[in-house]
């Protein structure tokens, strides 16, 4: 079941030609989800001429809400791109941890492309978090797996 709000879909009715690209952000804090933001801001600027871009948004904040987490899944099963934005410092919380790890068997089933964004210090230090990331390339369908620091 697909859950992509009324707005998205009315945006899409008058370009039933183009391509539709279903993003979805997973974010660490409100300075993450700015930096994914500009990201996916930067690539609907590149495409915008050739395709239609829906987004969600998801905090790790709000997903520790067990029924938010089931939600924002339905809406990553439906994923082209998965943007996953964190600092790396602290570490994922374990119920995250825990959910992210279940993705390979649970959601990737439409071969999505995901792209890590960290703090350039975490990403050199190869903490456990990017590891997690890396290991979700390893185990999953992903067509490509981009690690931006």
């Known amino acids: 079941m697909e859950r992509w709000s009324e707005s998205q879909i009315e945006g899409t009715l008058d370009r039933d030609d183009e391509p539709t690209f279903r993003v979805v952000i997973i974010y660490e804090d409100g300075s993450t989800g700015r930096r994914a933001k500009l990201f996916y801001e930067r690539l609907v600027h ?67 492309m995901l792209i890590a964004l960290v703090d350039k210090s975490m990403a050199r230090g190869g903490r456990n978090d990017l590891t997690l990331v890396r290991g979700l390339r390893r185990r999953s369908p992903c067509t490509c797996c981009g690690i931006i620091r």
């Not at 998801?58 to 924002?72: M, T």
Request: aromatic share 12%; net charge negative; with cysteine.
């Open 46 to 112: 590149e495409l915008e001429d050739k395709c239609v871009f829906s987004l969600q948004l998801w905090s790790f904040q709000v997903l520790a809400i067990p029924e938010i987490r089931k939600s924002a899944a339905d809406s990553i099963a439906q994923a082209d791109f998965v943007i996953f934005s964190l600092h790396g410092e602290a570490g994922l919380p374990a119920r995250m941890r825990s959910w992210i790890e279940t993705w390979p068997r649970q959601i990737f089933d439409r071969d999505p």
